[in-house]
C-alpha cells in the first residue's frame, strides 16, 4: 500500500522519526559508551554490555493506542526496510537511516496452533512459532539482520572500512552471519569457526555455500568461543556471537511479533524458549519489557525457559531458590540432540541474572522459570510435533518438552495460552530423526527409539514382476506394463486399498 492511501492521521507517523540516544552500558560496573565503535565488553571491567536507548521515554509521548495502529499500519507499507524486523525500528535501532538496513527476508514467522490431537496429549492450549521459516532456517537471522545493518551503518558512516566478521557457532550462528555477510561483499568477508563434528551436515553446508571461510576446530562449542573472544579482544574483527549486544537488539523482534500476532493482549500468555548461550532468552525478556515500559503491551507474559539434562548450567543456577546463595557454574555438556544449545558456559548469563530480575520486579511476581528436560522427552516431543503437522527442530522440540514439564512442576495455570519457539527448521536436524528411526543412537544421547514414533521407508520390489527401470534404461511395452501392475497390486495390497466396483 501507498503512504498516501493510508488514513490521514497516522500517515505523518508511520515512518520512524524517532533517532534515540544509544549507548553500551555496561552490566559489570554500570560505565556507558558510545555506539560509535563496535564493542563486546566493557573497556573497563570486561564484563557483557547492553544496549539502551537514553532517549527511550520519548517513546511515551506517543499514546500506547497509537504505537499499536502505527505498528499495524507499518505491515501494509512496502518499503522492504521496515519490512522485518525494522517495523519495530524505533525499538531495535532508532539511529539507523533506511539505507544502512540490510533485509533479506527475516521475521515476521508464523505462530501455528497445535492441532487438537497434540493439545489434549499435552494438556494446555498451545502454539509453535516457527522461526525456522527465517532466510537462513534458524532466529539467529533476526539478531544478524541488526548486527550487520549497524555494520553497514558503520562503513557508510566512514566509522569502518573492510570488516572481518567472525563468530563461533553450534551451526545456525554461522549459517546466518555467512549469509548476511556475503550480502554486503566485498566490504564485509566473514570467516566462522565450528566445532568439529558437533553441527549437522546442513548447517556445514550453510556457510561453505555461503563462501565464508570455515573452520573446524577439535572441542565443543565453549572451546570455539574461547578461541574467537581471543580474536576479537587481539585482532581488528567483529565478532558476530550473541555477545554482540546488536545481536540481542534484533531477536528482540521475536517479543514485538508475538504482541502484535496476539493483537498486545498478552494475558495469560507463555513464551517458551530453549536456552543455550542465552542471547535468545535475554532479548525476549528485554523485548516484552520494552513494549511493556511504553504500554504497548499491558502485561508481562510468562516467559519459561528450557535446558536439557546434558547442557543444564541455567537451570542448575536457579536450583538455589535463595537469590543471594545463587552462585553460577559452568557446565561439562554431554551430547544434545538440542545441539544448538550444548553449552556449557552461556555468555549472556550475566544478561539473564540482571534481567530476570527486572522482569520478575516489573511483573510484581515471578514471572520468569526455568525447566530441564531429558533427551528422550526432546527427541519424542519433537518427533510428535512434526507427525502432528509440524516442523520443529530437536529445540522445538526442546521447547514442548518444556512445556509438559513446566506444567508437571505447576509453572502454569489451566487457562495460559503457551508460544513456543522452534528456533530453527526441522530439516537443519535430520540426522537425528535418522538416528531414531534407525535405532543407532550413540549410547551418550541416552535415547531408545519408541517403535509407535518409528518411520521408515519400505522398498516395494515385487517377486512377481521380472524387470524393472533404472535411470537411463526405461522399460517399455509388456515389460512396463507388468512392472506398473505388478508394484501397484503389491502397494494396494501393503496399503489395505479395496478396489472400485465400477
Ligand atoms: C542458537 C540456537 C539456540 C540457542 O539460543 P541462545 O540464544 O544461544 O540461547 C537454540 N536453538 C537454535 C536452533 C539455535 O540456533
Ligand atoms: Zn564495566
Not at 494475558?267 to 536456552?275: G, T
Not at 495455570?413 to 508460544?419: E, G, Q
Request: net charge neutral; with cysteine.
Amino acid at each position: 500500500m501507498k503512504l498516501q492511501q493510508l488514513p490521514k492521521e497516522i500517515q505523518l507517523d508511520i515512518l520512524p522519526s524517532h533517532k534515540g540516544n544509544l549507548q553500551y552500558d555496561c552490566l559489570g560496573c554500570d560505565k556507558e559508551f558510545s555506539i560509535e565503535e563496535l564493542l563486546y565488553t566493557c573497556p573497563s571491567c570486561g564484563e557483557v554490555l547492553m544496549i539502551v536507548d537514553k532517549n527511550f521515554d520519548a517513546l511515551k509521548e506517543t499514546s500506547p493506542e497509537k504505537w499499536r495502529q502505527i505498528l499495524d499500519y507499518r505491515k501494509m507499507l512496502n518499503i522492504p526496510a521496515y519490512k522485518g524486523i525494522y517495523r519495530y525500528h524505533e525499538f531495535i535501532g532508532p539511529m539507523l537511516p533506511e539505507k544502512s538496513i540490510v533485509y533479506l527476508g527475516e521475521g515476521h514467522t508464523p505462530i501455528i496452533e497445535a492441532n487438537h490431537i497434540l493439545q489434549q496429549k499435552v494438556g494446555a492450549r498451545f502454539y509453535f512459532k516457527n522461526d525456522g521459516q527465517n532466510p537462513s532456517a534458524s532466529f539467529k537471522d533476526r539478531g544478524m539482520a541488526s548486527a550487520l545493518s549497524y555494520i553497514q551503518y558503520l562503513i557508510q558512516g566512514g566509522f569502518a572500512k573492510e570488516v572481518l566478521s567472525i563468530c563461533a557457532s553450534t551451526g545456525d550462528t554461522s549459517a546466518a552471519a555467512a549469509l548476511y555477510a556475503s550480502y554486503l561483499k566485498p566490504h564485509i568477508k566473514s570467516a566462522v569457526l565450528l566445532p568439529h563434528g558437533k553441527v549437522t551436515p546442513q548447517q556445514l553446508s550453510q556457510p561453505l555455500g555461503s563462501g565464508a571461510a570455515v573452520y573446524e576446530i577439535p572441542g565443543v562449542f565453549d572451546d570455539c568461543m574461547k578461541v574467537v573472544e581471543a580474536l576479537s579482544e587481539n585482532y581488528a574483527v567483529a565478532l558476530l556471537n550473541s555477545k554482540n549486544a546488536w545481536r540481542i537488539l534484533g531477536q528482540e523482534s521475536y517479543s514485538y511479533e508475538i504482541a502484535q500476532d496476539f493483537n498486545y493482549d498478552m494475558k495469560n500468555k507463555v513464551a517458551i524458549v530453549p536456552i543455550g548461550n542465552a542471547g535468545n532468552i535475554t532479548a525476549i525478556m528485554n523485548g516484552f519489557m520494552k513494549f511493556y515500559e511504553i504500554g504497548i503491551i499491558t502485561e508481562l507474559p510468562k516467559i519459561i525457559g528450557v535446558q536439557s539434562k546434558h547442557a543444564n548450567p541455567v537451570y542448575q543456577y536457579y536450583q538455589e531458590k535463595d537469590a543471594s546463595k545463587r552462585k553460577f557454574e559452568s557446565v561439562i555438556v554431554k551430547p544434545s540432540v538440542a545441539q544448538a544449545a550444548m553449552i556449557g558456559n552461556p555468555v549472556s548469563m550475566p544478561r539473564v541474572i540482571s534481567l530476570v530480575k527486572k522482569y520478575n520486579y516489573l511483573s510484581k511476581k515471578e514471572n520468569v522459570f526455568i525447566a530441564e528436560v531429558a533427551e528422550q522427552e526432546i527427541m519424542d516431543w519433537k518427533l510428535l510435533a512434526n507427525q502432528n503437522g509440524h516442523i520443529a527442530c530437536t529445540q522445538g522440540g526442546e521447547s514442548l518438552a518444556g512445556l509438559v514439564v513446566a506444567k508437571k512442576n505447576g509453572f502454569l495455570t489451566d487457562s495460559d495460552v503457551v508460544v513456543l519457539d522452534s528456533t530453527a527448521h526441522a530439516l537443519k536436524f535430520s540426522g537425528f530423526q535418522e538416528l531414531y528411526f534407525s535405532e543407532t543412537f550413540p549410547t551418550e544421547f541416552e535415547i531408545q527409539s519408541k517403535k509407535e514414533l518409528i518411520n521408515r521407508p519400505k522398498l516395494v520390489k515385487p517377486a512377481s514382476v521380472q524387470k524393472f527401470p533404472s535411470a537411463g534404461h526405461p522399460l517399455e511395452g509388456d515389460d512396463f506394463k507388468a512392472f506398473v501392475e505388478g508394484v501397484s497390486e503389491e502397494l494396494a495390497s501393503l496399503l489395505g486399498l479395496e478396489k472400485k466396483s465400477y
